[in-house]
């Protein structure tokens, strides 16, 4: 992705300030119908979901293909005190780290367009899940990082 390209301060400005992608979380966080279980992030780039989905009490995996982000999302993880496991990997392919019906949720935000096999990701994102999903209450919304 041409954003990864930029510099680790650009990519968590990008990630983490913007309002528009803070919306869009806080919009995401709505539609999660269950509270709690395990989550992955497809696409987690600076860990933006990961840490809301770990602070609305999800174990949360988050994927990434750039290693310099998932290393960086770990990092911002850490200090927004979320536990999470992050992976390097490229979801358009198989991957015995993330078994068929694993994850209560899945979720994948701003990564389709930027992804050539984007069929490929659906695919796996729907042997990843283990159950339905339906909209439920609102949460709270996601603080920006200082």
């Not at 005190?81 to 994948?108: H, I, M, N, Q, W």
């Not at 930027?114 to 695919?123: E, T």
Request: hydrophobic share 40%; glycine share 6%; with cysteine.
């Amino acid at each position: 992705m041409k954003v990864y390209q930029l510099s680790s301060e650009t990519i968590e400005q990008h990630q983490w300030r913007d309002p528009l992608l803070r919306h869009l979380t806080n919009k995401i966080l709505d539609l999660v119908d269950i509270t709690g279980g395990h989550a992955l992030d497809v696409g987690c780039g600076a860990a933006r979901l990961v840490t809301a989905l770990g602070r609305s009490g999800f174990d949360v995996d988050g994927v990434d293909i750039e290693a310099h982000v998932v290393e960086q999302a770990k990092t911002i993880a850490a200090e927004e005190g979320v536990r999470a496991s992050l992976f390097v990997a490229d979801f358009s392919k198989a991957d015995p780290r993330f078994p068929d019906e694993t994850y209560d949720l899945v979720v994948c935000s701003e990564v389709l367009e930027h992804v050539p096999a984007w069929r490929d990701v659906v695919a796996n994102i729907r042997r990843g899940r283990s159950g339905p999903s339906a909209p439920r209450r609102p949460r709270r919304p996601i603080r920006s990082r200082p």
